[in-house]
């Protein structure tokens, strides 16, 4: 699991100055491997045929469990359904960073495509959020993938609220953004809708049964419950080692998970697929195989509730450029 014996027990978060680790990881990597490098830049079309996939079988699963038992049907909903819509939440991310195919609009119809199966249109907002967190990693305020002050405070330390924040720690996500910062409307949220809304309304009326749609909202919420692969939230960016921001998981997880493990390595290269990220290591393996790593996603999810050293505090912050505000 993700260790966490050299973190000091926390009642802030921790305050830095300087810029995320990642660009400046980026241009020493592009002058040293840059010709290698930029040979993996670009879309992987194998994510359509995959996202496809995925939610026709969720759409079947959706309809053929009707006939299902509450217990089977909920066993379902974590094994099937939390699996493959936890794959989908991947597959919107890396659609997001435009890397499905070349055309723009082709992406974003793609996100909502993906969208359906998780049942609430979310992936055109998903969007703008995420670029942020790219672009200002730990900004106070600005990068919504950080806990609140009022999180901070809730949580803290304690283990049973901390079992809770991993329990429904997909609401927090879902919710954070709108009341840290108001959410942007686009053409892509409409078409967002407008996929989403119809074919929900439309699968519901064909098979006479709201039970396809609760059964996405079930999975969706057992896809960021206490489920394997949802540890990648935690173990992605919170402070299981003094300093340290960012982690890559190696394990096989990254098999159903679009290789989000290898996260020092996308946060480097945003723009390289999925199917690539493990090259970028094999490529330049000086600057990550002795990073420090997260050898289990639900290692993290059980460090993260029992330590008394890893709470919603243990988040790295910058301020926003221009904030005076003294450090903590």
């Known amino acids: 699991m993700c260790k966490s014996t050299e973190l000091k027990t926390r009642r802030s978060f921790k305050w830095v100055e300087g810029d995320e680790p990642h660009a400046t990881r980026r241009m020493e990597i592009l002058a040293k491997h840059g010709d290698e490098i930029r040979k993996l830049m670009g879309p992987e079309w194998r994510t359509i045929p995959i996202v496809i996939v995925l939610v026709a079988i969720q759409v079947w699963v959706a309809i053929a469990g009707?006939?299902?038992?509450?217990?089977?049907w909920l066993f379902t909903a974590y094994v099937v359904g939390g699996t493959i819509?936890?794959?989908?939440?991947?597959?919107?991310?890396?659609?997001?960073?435009?890397?499905?195919?070349?055309s723009l609009w082709g992406n974003r119809l793609l996100s909502c495509?993906?969208?359906?199966?998780?049942?609430?249109?979310?992936?055109?907002?998903?969007?703008?959020?995420?670029?942020?967190?790219?672009?200002?990693?730990?900004?106070?305020?600005?990068d919504t993938d950080l806990p609140s002050e009022i999180e901070g405070k809730v949580i803290g330390n304690n283990i049973v609220?901390?079992?809770?924040?991993?329990?429904?720690?997909?609401?927090?996500?879902?919710?954070?953004?709108?009341?840290?910062?108001?959410?942007?409307?686009?053409?892509?949220?409409?078409?967002?809708?407008?996929?989403?809304?119809?074919?929900?309304?439309?699968?519901?009326?064909?098979?006479?049964?709201?039970?396809?749609w609760y059964y996405f909202i079930v999975s969706t919420f057992f896809a960021g419950c206490l489920h394997p692969?949802?540890?990648?939230?935690l173990a992605e960016h919170f402070e299981y080692q003094p300093g340290v921001e960012t982690y890559s998981y190696y394990g096989p997880?990254?098999?159903?998970?679009?290789?989000?493990?290898?996260?020092?390595?996308?946060?480097?290269?945003?723009?390289?697929?999925?199917?690539?990220?493990p090259k970028i290591r094999k490529i330049a393996p000086e600057y990550y195989d002795n990073l420090p790593q997260c050898p289990s996603w639900p290692g993290a999810i059980w460090e993260f509730i029992i330590s008394p050293k890893m709470s919603a505090w243990s988040r790295i912050k910058r301020h926003k450029r221009g904030d005076k505000k003294s450090e903590e």
């Open 113 to 142: 495509i993906a969208n359906i199966p998780i049942g609430l249109p979310y992936s055109a907002t998903f969007h703008g959020y995420h670029m942020e967190h790219h672009k200002y990693q730990g900004w106070d305020g600005v």
């Open 253 to 277: 997880l990254n098999m159903i998970a679009f290789n989000v493990g290898y996260h020092n390595e996308h946060h480097d290269f945003p723009n390289v697929a999925w199917s690539n990220l």
């Open 66 to 72: 009707r006939e299902l038992g509450w217990g089977a």
């Open 85 to 102: 819509n936890h794959a989908l939440f991947l597959a919107i991310h890396e659609i997001c960073h435009m890397l499905a195919m070349k």
């Open 229 to 233: 692969v949802s540890g990648h939230f």
């Open 161 to 212: 609220m901390k079992l809770l924040f991993c329990v429904f720690q997909i609401l927090f996500y879902a919710l954070r953004p709108i009341f840290v910062k108001e959410p942007k409307v686009s053409n892509w949220t409409a078409l967002n809708f407008a996929v989403q809304i119809p074919v929900t309304m439309w699968l519901c009326q064909t098979v006479g049964s709201m039970v396809p």
